[in-house]
Structures are given as structure tokens and as C-alpha cells.
């Protein structure tokens, strides 16, 4: 639960490396006319420190001869940035030869220079696959995930990132998907979203007396709903000191369009009533 918060804390603060207002990856083309391959290749550009912008850079040259390798050895290539975030970028890459084609997905990790997979931000286990189905590769794209079921072929199924809610890994979210932060001052505003992003309301809380923020009423289980929470204590403060304040972070998801009318109260779990706070907003999911 410490880890989490902290993940939390640095998903809604920005305290982490990649902050979300930084640009989008730099992935240029590179043509190519040799011999045995024509056409473009991606290369990434602009990354902080050289030696991951090598890293990843020698990871798709290597995939790229490998896709080659699958159509005869030699061939047209191409390739389409299907996502690009600070931090990710997912790239399909695409051999041709007569009538030969095959298919190969890159995910790459900024911060690492290497490849991520669905586990850096999805839970294990058979509910991902009870979701996605049985597949043989990923490819991480803008709004979901492409897989397929053989190698070389196209990634031809698809699933939504909201579809995926259930099973994220809440702290690293903020890298794959869009995170709007909310505070007290949405009582009674309207947020407009995209089904697929996420809200992370912060509120000030006093959790080590009892008190907590609860979603009180709703209904829209499988359509809008909390997808964890952390509390956070100011750095300088005594872990176990009661009454010390701190900062509830509370994310939410919508998988569906819809309007969703949201009621938070403060109050003690064990307490019955009404609570010592309350208020409410909307959210209008396009």
C-alpha cells in the first residue's frame, strides 16, 4: 500500500521523471536502399540520455532484420507510430516481398531503452486473458491493445484500455493513459472526458482519526467507478501521528459514454448518516 501511494503521489504531483506535460517521442524516418531492403525504418531522436536513445534505436534495426528474415531475407519495409507518449512509444513494422508480408509490433520504454510488455501495466493472470483472448503478440497503440495469434501475422484484434480498468496497475497508468487531476473545486462543474482516460481527485483528508472520502451511491458498476486510492502524509510528518492531515487521491475510469453524477462524503467508515462533508460532480464520458 506505501508503494503504491508513493506511485500515486508521483502520478498526480508530477515527481516523477516523466512528467505528462512533456512532448511526445521524436520517431523520424530513416530510408533505406541497399541491396536487400528498401523503404523507411523509424529512429528515435531527442531522448535525455544517449545511451537509451542508442538502446532502443539497435532494438528496432534488430527487429527490422529479424522481419526481413520472415519474408526471404530481403524486401520492402515500412512502419506506423501506433502510440507516442512521453515516455512510450509503440511501432508496427511492416515487411513486403512479392507476396509476402509479415508483421512485427515494438514497445519501447523510454526510461529503460528497452521493450515493455502488458505486464508492466496490467495485473497477471486469467482475467487478462478471459479479456484478451489467447494471443502471441502486443501492440500498445493510442487508444488500446492490438494482438494477434501467430507470428508475422497482422495484429487484427482489439481491445480498449477502459475494457482493461479493472486489472491496471493504477500507479503506472499515468504513463499509457491521459490522467486529468481534479480537486475540490470541480463541486458541482462538470468534467468532460473520452471513455478510456482517467481522473485523479485530490482532497485534503484526515484518514488517521477514521475519516475518509467515500463514492456514496453509485451505480454504474462496469461503467464508471474508482479504480484505487492512495494517502499520502506530508514528508515531514510522523507516520503514525493522529490527526496529522494529509492528501486522499481517489482515480477514477469510465468504460462507457455516459453521464455520471458522483457523490463523495467524508465521514467514518463505521459511522452511520450522513457525513461530516460532502459534495458532488459530473462527468460526461464521450
Known amino acids: 500500500m506505501r508503494i503504491l501511494g508513493i506511485l500515486l503521489c508521483c502520478l498526480i504531483l508530477g515527481l516523477s521523471t516523466v512528467a505528462f506535460a512533456e512532448q511526445p517521442t521524436t520517431v523520424f524516418s530513416k530510408v533505406v536502399a541497399t541491396k536487400n531492403m528498401q523503404g523507411e525504418i523509424p529512429e528515435i531522436d531527442g531522448l535525455r540520455y544517449t545511451n537509451l536513445q542508442k ?6 534495426n534488430s527487429k527490422v532484420k529479424d522481419l526481413l528474415a520472415q519474408v526471404g531475407g530481403s524486401g520492402t519495409v515500412s512502419y506506423e507510430v501506433k502510440l507516442n507518449r512521453p515516455s512510450l512509444v509503440g511501432i508496427l513494422l511492416k515487411a513486403t516481398n512479392g507476396g509476402r508480408t509479415a508483421y512485427q509490433a515494438v514497445n519501447l520504454d523510454m526510461t529503460t531503452g528497452n521493450e515493455f510488455s502488458i505486464r508492466d501495466f496490467v495485473g497477471e493472470g486469467n482475467a487478462v486473458h478471459e479479456i484478451l483472448g489467447a494471443y502471441e503478440g502486443v501492440l500498445f497503440a493510442d487508444n488500446g491493445i492490438y494482438t494477434r495469434t501467430s507470428s508475422g501475422a497482422a495484429y487484427s484484434d482489439f481491445v480498449s484500455y477502459s475494457k482493461l480498468f479493472p486489472l491496471l496497475r493504477t500507479g503506472e497508468a499515468g504513463r499509457l493513459l491521459t490522467v486529468y487531476g481534479l480537486t475540490r473545486a470541480v463541486e458541482d462543474k462538470v468534467v468532460t472526458v473520452k471513455a478510456g482516460e482517467l481522473l485523479a481527485l485530490q482532497l485534503e483528508s484526515n484518514r488517521t482519526t477514521g475519516y475518509s472520502w467515500f463514492v456514496e451511491g453509485n451505480g454504474y458498476a462496469g461503467q464508471f467507478y474508482e479504480l484505487g486510492r492512495s494517502y ?32 463523495m462524503e467524508y465521514k467514518r467508515a463505521w459511522e452511520k448518516g450522513s457525513g461530516f462533508d460532502k459534495f458532488s460532480f459530473t462527468v460526461k464520458v464521450l
Open 55 to 60: 538502446s532502443v534505436n539497435g532494438i528496432l
Open 232 to 263: 499520502v502524509l506530508p514528508g515531514n510528518a510522523a507516520n503514525n501521528r493522529t490527526g496529522m492531515p494529509g492528501l486522499e487521491i481517489i482515480v477514477f475510469g469510465a468504460q462507457e459514454p455516459g453521464e455520471y453524477k458522483v457523490n
